[in-house]
Each structure stands twice: as C-alpha cells, then as structure tokens.
C-alpha cells in the first residue's frame, strides 16, 4: 500500500513581502510623477494641452494605483494568484504611458 502524497508545503520566505514593497515603491514613483505634472501645469501657466497632459497624467496613476492595491491585497493571501495578464498590460501600459507625458511635458 502506498500512501497519498502530501502536497509540499510551501515556503515563500519573504518573496511576498518583497513584492508588495516593489508595488509600494512603483505606486510612489507613479504618484510623484503626476504630482510634478500638476506642480508643472500649475506652475508654469495652464494652457489647454498642459492641463489635458496633466489630466492623462492624473489618470494613469489613478489607474496604476489601482492595479497595485489589488496586486497588493491579492499577495496576503497564504497563497497568492498570479498576477492576470490583463492587470500586467494595464500596469505596463499605464507606466509607459505616464514615462511618456512626463517627457512631453519636459519638453
């Protein structure tokens, strides 16, 4: 007779936490961005395109923050689901697309 395997207990060490810190620290660099593009806009003179630039800003890091918190809430649990492809796209897109504004806005 033989015995059921156990399943293997996992052992994610601090994996999970590391994470989660690297989404915290993302998020800020994200928030910091749209901040110096409002500071930017407020500062420098609102025209139409540097509000619109401020608002895309604005809207991006709403979008990535939301993401993070999800990301974030998901790695608490004892065993964390991977992240969706969908939720990966949305945060790529939304750090690109913010890298870009800050550089039009720069310019």
């Known amino acids: 007779m033989t015995r059921p395997e156990a399943e293997p207990v996992r052992d994610p060490g601090l994996q999970p936490e590391r994470t989660r810190l690297a989404w915290r620290r993302t998020t800020l660099s994200c928030t910091v961005a749209a901040v110096l593009a409002a500071r930017a806009v407020l500062h420098g003179g ?3 395109s540097g509000l ?3 608002a895309l800003c604005l809207l991006l890091w709403l979008g990535f923050l ?5 990301r974030m ?3 608490t649990a004892r065993r964390p689901r ?3 492809a ?8 939304c750090t ?4 870009v504004c800050a550089a039009v806005m720069a310019v």
């Open 46 to 48: 609102a025209t139409v």
């Open 82 to 84: 991977t992240l969706g």
């Open 73 to 75: 809430l998901a790695l």
């Open 96 to 99: 690109l697309a913010l890298a």
């Open 52 to 54: 619109l630039v401020c």
């Open 86 to 93: 969908g939720a990966a796209w949305t945060a790529a897109v």
């Open 66 to 70: 939301v993401v993070a918190h999800r």
